[in-house]
């Protein structure tokens, strides 16, 4: 406790050093200027600051330096002696203490600001005294100096507080003194950072002529990556200064190397970037020369730039944006709208076909050739060898070589149109090509071998039911080899076949069926929609032959049927399997080309897309698809509603995605993609997903709430009807605490009101309106009394009087006549609200309201009388129906206000006597 004591009396002796002993216990605070009163020298208060500004004391250097504000307010008066003590502030600004010169630093804005307030008193002095300091302590030796010197030029170029002149002449020589190669290090990257910050703030004249050289120098800093790391994380605000011609001349090559840095934070930083520096360069150059450049950050090594890269996809992509193409555009507001649509039917039409052309020709040029030649080289070579052209193969119709889906080699030039799509309702499966030819010329290669082994196979053969090889097997036929294969299910293959063989037997019992009705229809079917005999004899013999393999001892013989029969029928079962695996792989093709177009690079979309991948969840970033979701509107309204289909999948994909964020994303931005895609995509797609969210969680059923009138007012009205319905079911939440929910539904009520019949609007919003008024929670009230009269509004608007009056008896039992103090108090505000906004004709509201509310005039509790006293006097009596001498109300209000007046009540005689014409609290608290 001595040396407490001690240290509290040494204290107290250097606050008497400043004058700070006529200071008592009572005061709050300490005046810093207390040094410039008049004490016990015969000092002047410009005396005292010399003495005190440049004491050996460092404490006392430190307080003058803190309270340099309120001296210099003390001297404005006094030019000489604001004059001395601005230059008092230059030599203190050498001082050797560190914490004296931070201190001092920290002062400039302040002190800049109240000069700039006074400039035309002082026009010169922040330019002669501070710039100077300011400058100065860039080099300073001492870290803290420096660093608060660079955050006081920041602050006072984002207040516009230096002039451009000293911009040009003071800080940038400095700044490019501090990066010259032969700079120290830790100066030049604090000047690296202070320069990219600087050129926000700067002209573009100024940066091309003084910054932009040397900026592309420290881009290629050998020697220092954190410099170049500062200028990659900068690099889209210079671009965006410099604008397109420069980017594309000075800064793309050094953005190239920076993209290939060999350290992993300068690449990433690049990808954070490539948006802004996409938005200054050129269609053309964006497309061939950024766009391969963001492919190689999206298979970056790194798993941080990967990450980077792809949570920078969708930005990047939306730069390719073109409002020709999407037909949308942004307003000034920041809405987006359709562009005005040309009336010529004609060039719509060209228009469309143009385009159409383009994308097919697209989608034919995206099939690979190898999924394309394999197939190519199997029909040109069954067209050759298997039957002349002139009529189909026997079994077959023509259906295989026009309705086999194929996909055409660029040098083909053949449209879409003309490759007619396989047809799954007329084949239960793909027709078999006829191999009877090549089969023939193998015969005789196999013919010896197949006599010394014909034997082997006969005894396994002799159990299974006699096929005919000509004609198509029937039911009952394929119902006993099925039955063969029953106590082989185990095997694979077997299980396999079985599959097969359950499906022909479907398509031959539906055959049967309507062989009568139609006898060329049914050989039809026979013929393509049914196995033969052959066929089913292969698979049988198969099956068998390799359960047999898989059930025999190791040391046992293998069975294997080379016969001549078999051999063509095991090449049968190849053919088949073949021919799916074509199918399958045309198939992919076809799914390939739906996502084809051609507005972006075609890379950058099938990267898009594999963003809902969860095997990206797993080696780029957890929350991958969230960054799919925020970016998906930009990246369907860069590719149009026409390319819909490019992104449809993907939606549903996100639309279902386990993580409830991804899913809240796209809720809260549903009704921007609406816009985009149009009502018929909109009602086709984006509905379902819709009536999926409002079943959600809250968490995603907010977005969909929050604009629920953007959405619903792009449907057509049958559709929009439905949800009338669903309405109520955002009155029931997860969790009844979440006020703001049903705040929000009152909201949109008041918008949506307008999208219906005043017959809906009674019907289902009604009862809505009046139980969010009964909510326990008074800003859910509030809001819900507003809704209440824009009901009643859209009533007396469509005159529906019938309903109106309907709907105010309801409001008188419900409010007026309440138990509850507090919904008789709403009655008042309510019945004030609809006579400001003019909701229903005075005199209907004179004879239907106005004598309740004047019942409530004589209310026990003071609050509901509060507001009856300002409805009346506020609202009802400055209406021309109710101010005419001659009205027949006028009596009764006179004879209310006067009660009123002289209530027991401050705060109701107050509102009572209130000039209408005063601005007086909101009201709001008290309901």
Known sequence: MAGLSLYFEDGHDDLDDFGFDDYGSECDGIRITAFLDSGQDNLTPLGRLEKYAFSENVFNRQIVARGLLDVLREFSDNENDFISVMETVARMSEDGEPTVRAELMEQVPNIAMFLHENRPNFPEAFSRYLVPIVVRYLTDPNNQVRKTSQAALLVLLEQGLMSKADMEGKVCPVLLELTEPSSDDDYKIEAVAIMCKLVTMLTKDTVEHLLLLRFCELCCDVRLFQVRKVCAANFGEFCSIVGQEATEKLLMPKFFDLCSDSLWGIRKACAECFMVVSNCTSPEVRRTKLSPLFINLISDQSRWVRQAAFQSLGRFISTFANPSITGLHFCEDGTLCEIPKISSESHRQDVTTSNSSNIRNASIDGCSDS????????????????????????????????????????????????????????????????????????????????????????????????????????????????????????????????????????????????????????????????????????????????????????????????????????????????????????????????????????????????????????????????????????????????????????????????????????????????????????????????????????????????????????????????????????????????????????????????????????????????????????????????????????????????????????????????????????????????????????????????????????????????????????????????????????DELEEALSELRMDKDRDVRFFATLDPNRNVMDTAALI
Not at 509 to 516: F, N, P, R, V
Not at 775 to 804: P, T
């Open 371 to 890: 999924l394309i030649q394999p197939r190519s080289e199997q029909l040109q070579s069954t067209s050759d060898t298997a039957v002349p052209p002139s009529r189909p193969p026997e079994g077959h119709s023509y259906s295989t070589s026009q309705n086999q889906p194929e996909c055409s080699t660029p040098s083909s030039h053949q449209k879409m149109d003309d490759c007619t799509m396989f047809n799954s309702f007329t084949f239960w499966r793909p027709p078999l090509p006829d191999i009877t030819q090549d089969l023939r010329l193998l015969q005789g290669e196999k013919r010896d071998v197949a006599k010394e082994k014909e034997e082997t196979m006969r005894g396994g053969k002799e159990n299974l039911p006699s096929l005919d090889a000509q004609g198509p097997a029937t039911s009952s036929q394929i119902q006993k080899v099925l039955d063969r294969l029953q106590p082989h299910l185990d095997d694979p293959d077997v299980q396999a076949q079985v599959q097969v063989l359950s499906a022909a037997l479907k398509a031959a019992q539906l055959e049967s069926q309507t062989e009568d009705a139609d006898e060329s229809v049914s050989e039809s079917n026979g013929s393509t929609g049914s196995p033969t005999s052959d066929e089913l004899s292969a698979m049988s013999e198969l099956s068998l032959t390799d359960t047999q393999i898989s059930d025999s001892p190791s040391t046992s013989p293998v069975l294997v049927d080379d016969s001549e029969h078999s051999s063509e029928e095991s090449d049968l079962i190849e053919n088949v399997e073949e021919e799916k695996d074509t199918n399958s792989q045309v198939k992919t093709c076809e799914e390939e080309k739906s996502k084809v177009q051609n507005v972006i690079p075609q890379q950058l979309l099938d990267q898009y897309l594999s963003m809902t991948d969860p095997a990206r969840a797993q080696t780029v970033d957890t929350e991958i698809a969230k960054h799919c979701a925020f970016s998906l509107p930009g990246v369907a309204l860069t590719l149009g509603r026409q390319n819909w289909h490019c992104l449809k999948d993907t939606y549903e994909t996100l639309a279902t995605d386990v993580q409830w964020k991804v899913r809240r994303t796209l809720a809260f931005s549903i009704h921007e993609l609406a816009v985009i895609l149009g009502d018929q995509l909109t009602a086709a797609d984006l509905v379902p997903i819709f009536n999926g969210f409002l079943k959600d969680l809250d968490e995603v059923r907010i977005g969909v709430l929050k604009h629920l009138y953007d959405f619903l007012k792009l449907l057509h009205a049958e559709k929009r009807r439905e949800y009338l319905y669903q309405l109520q079911e955002f009155m029931v939440t997860d969790n009844s605490r979440n006020w703001r929910f049903r705040y929000e539904l009152a909201e949109q009520l008041i918008l949506i009101i307008e999208l219906y019949s005043h017959n809906d609007v009674y019907d289902y919003l009604r009862q809505i309106a009046l139980n969010l008024c009964s909510d326990k929670v008074s800003e859910v009230r509030w809001i819900s009394y507003k809704l209440v009269v824009v009901i009643l509004q859209k009533l007396y608007s469509c005159e529906a009087h019938d309903l109106g009056l309907n709907y105010i008896n309801e409001l008188i039992m419900r409010f007026c006549h309440c138990p509850k103090w507090v919904g008789r108090q709403a009655f008042a505000f309510i019945c004030q609200a609809i006579v400001e906004e003019d909701c229903m004709p005075m005199d209907q509201f004179a004879q239907h309201l106005l004598p309740s509310l004047l019942s409530l005039s004589s209310d026990p509790v003071p609050n509901v009388r509060v507001l009856v006293a300002k409805a009346l006097r506020q609202s009802v009596l400055e209406k021309p129906y109710f101010k005419d001498p001659g009205s027949a109300y006028s």
